[in-house]
């Protein structure tokens, strides 16, 4: 079955570290896109890539980082930049960007202690 | 970015009764969607309008593509206990082939449901 799968479930992690969270899809999608959810503020935008070896900041980018070099994955690392990590990442994916409707993963909860 | 403000923020209802929420912009959309979370989970999408004025149905769920191209809203009838979750509307600006194909969100409406 086709989709997109983002690990881990949960993640902890200790101040400071920079941590690597992982994205893929097998839809043959072009687009994909991280958000960041924290509870009551809705879905807001990280990075997206429209296509291979290219990708631009979304709303939120300060602090994160991003690499597109395969079609099927779009990793996005958290660094020791970002001031309040701990949240709900979501990773979502459309066939172009022209396409309305993503196709979201099951998200990773990332927790700073 | 643009902003989507969806109302109400939250909604506690009795199984059976109907439900309504509505999202409006500043901006025209070509296209609104309807998002559903649950909890821990990524939102799976509901129902998609393209058309302004368009009204679409997918089971109890029925959405409308407001005529201003500002709005929508999502209504929800005989509501029953595994509707609870995060309702989220999106809308899409800009023509085919423009970087302003992005999907905005809105905050979301958090339905619990009594049984």
């Known amino acids: 079955d086709g989709g997109i799968t983002q690990s881990p479930k949960y993640l902890f992690r200790k101040e400071g570290q920079n941590v690597t969270l992982s994205c893929e899809q097998n839809l043959n999608h072009d687009a994909m896109y991280w958000y960041r959810q924290d509870p009551g503020q809705g879905l807001r935008l990280i990075y997206y890539?429209?296509?291979?070896?290219?990708?631009q900041k979304g709303d939120i980018a300060e602090g994160y980082s991003v690499s597109r070099e395969k079609k099927e994955s779009f990793p996005l690392t958290v660094t020791s930049a970002q001031k309040n990590p701990t949240a709900f990442y979501l990773c979502?994916?459309?066939?172009?960007?022209?396409?309305?409707?993503?196709?979201f993963g099951s998200g990773t909860r990332l927790t700073v202690v | 970015g643009q902003q989507l403000n969806q109302s109400p923020q939250s909604m506690f209802i009795q199984e059976g009764e109907d439900v309504s929420m509505n999202c409006t912009s500043s901006?025209?959309?070509?296209?609104w969607l309807w998002y559903k979370q649950d909890p821990g989970e990524g939102p799976v999408l509901l129902i998609a309008l393209y058309k302004a004025g368009e009204l679409t149905s997918n089971g109890r769920l029925t959405a409308q593509f407001g005529i201003t191209r500002k709005d929508s809203f999502l209504n929800i009838s005989a509501s029953i206990p595994s509707d609870v979750g995060i309702y989220f509307c999106a809308g899409q600006l800009g023509d085919r082939g423009s970087t302003l194909g992005r999907l905005y969100f809105g905050r979301g409406t958090q339905l619990t449901v009594w049984p």
């Open positions: 979502a994916s459309s066939i172009d960007r022209d396409t309305p409707g993503y196709t």
């Open positions: 901006s025209i959309f070509n296209t």
């Open positions: 890539s429209q296509i291979v070896n290219d990708f």
